[in-house]
């Protein structure tokens, strides 16, 4: 299986991307997300991964909060980027992620940085889905504060 698409805004060009699908790898979906530990920054790139179904590429990570825990994400791209953050509950699994309300959503900014803070409501594991219709490089670090 693999996908094509076609570009026709060179003028009177064509340009082909080919996307071809592989087995999963980390990162792919909630159930392959890669572990964040607090403290620790992370860089990925959603390039490494195959555009979904909609044409985003898209790279998970987890973090495991307890009830109470105060989490803050900060995170960034290069300046232009147009990557998006979307923080994902405890419960989400590769099946119901697409359908499910993000507990925080984060667009991409004019200086490339961000950040944002939750207190977890719930024991478990939240997701986060770095992903964008344009492929480009993010990096993050989570720091939690134990209740």
Known sequence: YFQVRVDQSYAGAYAITVHVRRGVKAGD???TARRAASGHS???D???HVPDGNGRYREFWKV???AGDHANVSWSQPTGGGI???LLPVGTTNNNWPNLSPL???DPTSNGHDA???VAPRTGWYYLDFNASTP???SFAVTVRHH
């Open 84 to 86: 998006s953050l979307y």
């Open 104 to 106: 925080d959503l984060r």
């Open 64 to 66: 495991l909060l307890h």
């Open 29 to 31: 979906l909630p159930s």
């Open 42 to 44: 992370y860089h990925g």
């Open 116 to 118: 944002f803070s939750l």
């Open 136 to 138: 480009g490089a993010y």
């Open 46 to 48: 959603v390039s490494n």
